[in-house]
């Protein structure tokens, strides 16, 4: 018979009946009726083309045909509980996998992680540096996207002000720096550069004024090393921690997003 063929529930329900040799106490184990059970027993008999069970004097007993194929039944259920527990060990594990923006890791995400491993010391984390990293070929359980929603996975914002624009304490150049996604004019610019963060210790430098996620630029305006240029304003795009469906439902995940989304 072929495995996509294979009466699973039936099988279920002989192992089951089997081992009360009781119909009526096998419903009670599987939660179904009496009469439940024993139709899915004639349906396997009428499958298999063999008779399962009698009826004596002495009660329900199996056929030779039913006890010959008992033990290798018993034992592909246990094989079937091993491969569930193998497959549920990743939901008890606390390694995750995680895709970000190297800026944004930089300058945001390590001290988080720091901040959340320091009261559980199990916990490992592995970082991909390329947020758009495809989820099964990097095996990854969680990734932070920069734009205007999760796309085609599950996701959730990550809280901050939107975007700020910072300059060195001391002042320096008042034209902008000039990176992929500044939302700012940036004709001007006299300097370049690759992401966010490198606009921040651009700005830091004295090379100009940056405008950048303010997530990013959160830790070096506690520190100092740069300040706020106007006011926080208001973005449709910002940091979104995204995962498919499977990997959003699982409870270490749901934790780590609940601790990064705040």
């Known amino acids: 018979m072929k495995r996509t063929h294979l009466p699973l529930n039936g099988l279920r329900v002989l192992d089951a009946a089997a081992r009360h040799l009781s119909f009526t106490r ?4 599987l939660a ?3 009469a439940a059970v024993g139709q899915q027993i004639r349906a396997l008999e009428d499958t298999l083309g063999t008779v399962l069970f009698r009826r004596t004097t002495k009660g329900l007993e199996l056929t ?11 034992a592909g259920f246990l094989q079937f ?10 939901q008890s594990s606390k390694a995750l996998t995680i895709a970000a923006p190297r800026d944004l890791t930089s ?10 491993s320091s009261g559980d010391g199990e916990i490992r984390f592995a970082i991909v540096g390329d947020e758009s990293v495809d989820f ?3 095996n990854l359980d969680l990734a932070i996207r920069w734009g205007e929603g999760p796309g085609e996975h599950e996701g959730e914002a990550i809280e901050s002000d939107g975007m700020v624009t910072v300059a060195a304490p001391a002042g320096g150049a008042d034209t902008p720096i000039a990176w992929p996604g500044c939302l700012s004019e940036d004709a001007g610019a006299q300097v370049r550069v690759a992401d966010a963060g490198l606009a921040v210790d651009a700005a830091a430098a004295g090379l100009g004024r940056a405008c950048v996620p303010e997530l990013v630029a959160r830790a070096d305006i506690a520190a100092g090393r740069v300040v706020l240029v106007g006011e926080p304003r208001a973005s449709g795009r910002g940091y979104w921690l995204v995962a498919p469906l499977p990997q959003w439902r699982q409870k270490k995940v749901r934790a780590l997003v609940d601790a990064l989304a705040q």
């Open 81 to 90: 509980e091993e491969s569930v527990r193998a497959m549920q060990a990743g």
């Open 26 to 29: 096998a419903a009670d184990e």
């Open 32 to 34: 179904v009726t009496p």
């Open 136 to 138: 099964s070929e990097a």
């Open 64 to 74: 030779p045909e039913g006890e010959a194929g008992l033990a290798p039944l018993r």
């Open 107 to 116: 300058k945001w995400l390590m001290a988080r992680l720091a901040e959340i």
